[in-house]
């Protein structure tokens, strides 16, 4: 039974959670029959090495939100609807509490911010258990697995504090040594948390080992893409730049390993980043895990549940419930010029640049998708009318999508099973067959690279950003990874490498563009646009968000954008929810700048 349970927790990570964990202690042991009293522990399990390894996975269990779809790390909602990339979609009456979020006219009192704000502090405080019952270890525990428990915990504290901390700023910094009765309850909003994030994350990265012996454990070379990740959102970008050397060859190749002992590498097809069946792989630095047909959906990748093409039946995937659809303004984002670059001056959405699309047109109307020259990974990342989606067959148009009127013509695409996965590596257990065994990729290579090409076009070398970005550009260039419609191009497939970035002005705007679309719908736009508002930039994001929402407006009939727009000073940050302030008191908790109460 232990082998059992140890196999499948090496072939899908941790996804198994506390039951899974618990089933390891209790395993081919007589002692299961002595049952203790109904409510208690047994402290002595708890205290060896089993016991608190059980207490850890029941913390990596909760990093993909269990069931709470606002708390995952995708961010869909947080990061890439607020950052342009896709609206709410769907019927405007259908969870309308995301309405506001994407007009930037969040509310307090909102559940789905109280969602992601408890949901995050569920993964603190099994953190914080696991440290706590770390305390209480018995001499069998050896010092080498103490120290491995500890780092992967803080590990995974630091992430769940750097959730909270980009979406609310500063939220009670709460640790193992406080607790109910000593003083939880009177912790205010008053603290700095990066300090707090960064030694969590530098212990992590000082104790992990390079590989662990379950893919989804984190490991060192994580841990070290993490931290270098949390300085850049401080602008720290020499300590940011000193960790990337670590990490990568100036060529653009990886130096690092995955915790199954992958060197770092972009996986040469862009679309099999977001396959079942090629989970786990070189460019895979943190995943979360999830396994399909376990007897839970929570097992699967559970946030994504909503974003599926609407009324398929067997002819497509999920058949529910059209969020999440990609914007116009992201669509014409892949338009490419003649030499196959992106047209970073913002002409993308004007004339004959902007996407042709059959917005208004029934599925069986006559349409002839675009012709003009663009980026490959629009297919892998949007789906569009007259192009195959994935093995589905052709993309239909309106008679996938729920509310074209509210939410336009497109949908979403990465993180969608293929038809050759059902049943397999997608689950059938529930309401919707949208839950999938589709790792969600909370840092990838890619990401890194960019991240890297940031910190060298601030105090590095220009020609070593130049590496990075081409070296993601060239991935997308790919051929043999181009959507086809038989042995022919989908589309009109343009894309080159850089020759230069030019100016450091020039090459900043160069890779935040490649971002976006590289990223598309992964949760990390919005996060960026406010990370980028500094120095001569401070109005970024207002600048970039309120000219989205300008072009995006008159183009959904709905109005689901009319008079929507960005505030300097406020929308950066989400409300603390009332419910917590109402909780603990207004003197503890502060409200961030521009939500009543504060």
Same mark, same amino acid.
């Given at each position: 039974?232990?082998?059992?349970?140890?196999?499948?927790?090496?072939?899908?990570?941790?996804?198994?959670?506390?039951?899974?964990?618990?089933?390891?202690?209790?395993?081919?042991?007589?002692?299961?029959?002595?049952?203790?009293?109904?409510?208690?522990?047994?402290?002595?399990?708890?205290?060896?090495?089993?016991?608190?390894?059980?207490?850890?996975?029941?913390?990596?269990?909760?990093?993909?939100?269990?069931?709470?779809?606002?708390?995952?790390?995708?961010?869909?909602?947080?990061?890439?609807?607020?950052?342009?990339?896709?609206?709410?979609?769907?019927?405007?009456?259908?969870?309308?509490?995301?309405?506001?979020?994407?007009?930037?006219?969040?509310?307090?009192?909102?559940?789905?911010?109280?969602?992601?704000?408890?949901?995050?502090?569920?993964?603190?405080?099994?953190?914080?258990?696991?440290?706590?019952?770390?305390?209480?270890?018995?001499?069998?525990?050896?010092?080498?697995?103490?120290?491995?428990i500890e780092a992967q915990a803080k590990f995974l504290r630091a992430h769940f504090y750097f959730e909270l901390k980009r979406a609310f700023g500063n939220t009670p910094y709460v640790d193992e040594n406080i607790d109910y009765g000593t003083g939880i309850e009177k912790v205010k909003n008053d603290q700095d948390l990066w300090p707090k994030i960064e030694s969590d994350m530098k212990f992590a990265y000082d104790n992990l080992p390079a590989t662990q012996p379950e893919v989804g454990r984190v490991n060192k070379?994580?841990?070290?893409?993490?931290l270098a990740k949390i300085y850049m959102y401080q602008n720290k970008f020499t300590d940011a730049k000193a960790l990337y050397d670590l990490m990568l060859n100036v060529n653009g190749t990886g130096k690092g390993v995955t915790s199954n002992g992958k060197t770092w590498g972009l996986v040469p097809k862009f679309s099999d980043v977001f396959k079942a069946s090629n989970d786990n792989h070189e460019e895979s630095i943190w995943a979360y895990q999830a396994a399909a047909n376990t007897g839970s959906v929570n097992?699967?990748?559970?946030?994504?549940?909503?974003?599926?093409?609407?009324?398929?039946?067997?002819?497509?995937?999920?058949?529910?419930?059209?969020?999440?659809?990609?914007?116009?303004?992201?669509?014409?984002?892949?338009?490419?010029?003649?030499?196959?670059?992106?047209?970073?001056?913002?002409?993308?959405?004007?004339?004959?640049?902007?996407?042709?699309?059959?917005?208004?047109?029934?599925?069986?109307?006559?349409?002839?998708?675009?012709?003009?020259?663009?980026?490959?990974?629009?297919?892998?990342?949007?789906?569009?009318?007259?192009?195959?989606?994935?093995?589905?067959?052709?993309?239909?148009?309106?008679?996938?999508?729920?509310?074209?009127?509210?939410?336009?013509?497109?949908?979403?695409?990465?993180?969608?099973?293929?038809?050759?996965?059902?049943?397999?590596?997608?689950?059938?257990?529930?309401?919707?067959?949208?839950?999938?065994?589709?790792?969600?990729?909370?840092? +990838?290579?890619?990401?890194?690279?960019?991240?890297?090409?940031?910190?060298?076009?601030?105090?590095?070398?220009?020609?070593?950003?130049?590496?990075?970005?081409?070296?993601?550009?060239?991935?997308?260039?790919?051929?043999?990874?181009?959507?086809?419609?038989?042995?022919?191009?989908?589309?009109?497939?343009?894309?080159?490498?850089?020759?230069?970035?030019?100016?450091?002005?020039?090459?900043?705007?160069?890779?935040?563009?490649?971002?976006?679309?590289?990223?598309?719908?992964?949760?990390?736009?919005?996060?960026?646009?406010? +990370?980028?508002?500094?120095?001569?930039?401070?109005?970024?994001?207002?600048?970039?968000?309120?000219?989205?929402?300008?072009?995006?407006?008159?183009?959904?009939?709905?109005?689901?954008?009319?008079?929507?727009?960005?505030?300097?000073?406020?929308?950066?940050?989400?409300?603390?929810?009332?419910?917590?302030?109402?909780?603990?008191?207004?003197?503890?908790?502060?409200?961030?700048?521009?939500?009543?109460?504060?």
């Amino acid at each position: 039974m232990k082998d059992i349970m140890k196999n499948t927790f090496r072939r899908r990570g941790v996804a198994w959670s506390v039951i899974a964990a618990l089933l390891l202690l209790y395993s081919c042991k007589d002692s299961f029959l002595e049952i203790a009293p109904t409510g208690a522990l047994n402290d002595k399990l708890l205290a060896g090495y089993q016991g608190l390894d059980a207490s850890l996975i029941a913390a990596y269990s909760q990093v993909n939100g269990r069931g709470n779809r606002m708390a995952s790390p995708s961010n869909w909602v947080w990061g890439s609807i607020r950052g342009g990339e896709n609206n709410k979609g769907t019927d405007p009456g259908d969870f309308s509490d995301i309405n506001p979020i994407q007009r930037f006219e969040a509310l307090p009192t909102s559940g789905v911010i109280n969602d992601k704000y408890n949901g995050n502090y569920e993964g603190v405080a099994r953190t914080n258990a696991t440290l706590k019952l770390l305390k209480t270890k018995d001499a069998s525990v050896t010092a080498a697995q103490a120290t491995g428990i500890e780092a992967q915990a803080k590990f995974l504290r630091a992430h769940f504090y750097f959730e909270l901390k980009r979406a609310f700023g500063n939220t009670p910094y709460v640790d193992e040594n406080i607790d109910y009765g000593t003083g939880i309850e009177k912790v205010k909003n008053d603290q700095d948390l990066w300090p707090k994030i960064e030694s969590d994350m530098k212990f992590a990265y000082d104790n992990l080992p390079a590989t662990q012996p379950e893919v989804g454990r984190v490991n060192k070379w994580a841990a070290a893409a993490y931290l270098a990740k949390i300085y850049m959102y401080q602008n720290k970008f020499t300590d940011a730049k000193a960790l990337y050397d670590l990490m990568l060859n100036v060529n653009g190749t990886g130096k690092g390993v995955t915790s199954n002992g992958k060197t770092w590498g972009l996986v040469p097809k862009f679309s099999d980043v977001f396959k079942a069946s090629n989970d786990n792989h070189e460019e895979s630095i943190w995943a979360y895990q999830a396994a399909a047909n376990t007897g839970s959906v929570n097992n699967a990748n559970p946030e994504f549940d909503l974003n599926w093409p609407y009324n398929t039946g067997a002819d497509g995937p999920g058949n529910c419930c059209s969020f999440f659809q990609p914007t116009f303004e992201m669509a014409n984002s892949y338009r490419t010029d003649a030499l196959g670059l992106p047209l970073i001056d913002g002409s993308y959405n004007t004339g004959a640049n902007q996407l042709k699309t059959d917005m208004g047109l029934e599925s069986a109307d006559p349409f002839t998708p675009d012709g003009g020259n663009l980026d490959p990974r629009i297919d892998h990342t949007i789906g569009r009318r007259g192009i195959p989606y994935l093995d589905w067959g052709k993309f239909p148009g309106k008679a996938w999508i729920r509310n074209q009127p509210n939410a336009g013509p497109y949908q979403t695409k990465k993180f969608v099973y293929y038809k050759a996965d059902k049943g397999s590596l997608q689950d059938n257990s529930s309401w919707t067959p949208g839950y999938t065994a589709i790792n969600f990729p909370i840092i +990838r290579f890619a990401d890194v690279l960019l991240m890297a090409a940031e910190a060298e076009i601030e105090v590095g070398s220009l020609t070593t950003a130049l590496n990075y970005i081409n070296a993601v550009r060239n991935r997308a260039a790919n051929s043999a990874g181009f959507v086809k419609d038989g042995n022919a191009n989908a589309a009109n497939y343009v894309i080159s490498p850089y020759l230069t970035l030019g100016t450091q002005a020039n090459a900043r705007a160069i890779v935040r563009f490649e971002r976006k679309l590289e990223l598309s719908g992964e949760g990390h736009r919005f996060f960026d646009l406010v +990370r980028w508002s500094t120095g001569t930039t401070p109005t970024y994001a207002k600048d970039v968000i309120n000219a989205y929402l300008t072009y995006e407006s008159p183009k959904i009939p709905s109005g689901a954008f009319t008079g929507a727009t960005y505030s300097t000073n406020q929308d950066e940050l989400l409300p603390i929810p009332q419910t917590q302030i109402d909780l603990l008191g207004a003197d503890i908790l502060k409200q961030n700048p521009g939500y009543s109460g504060n």
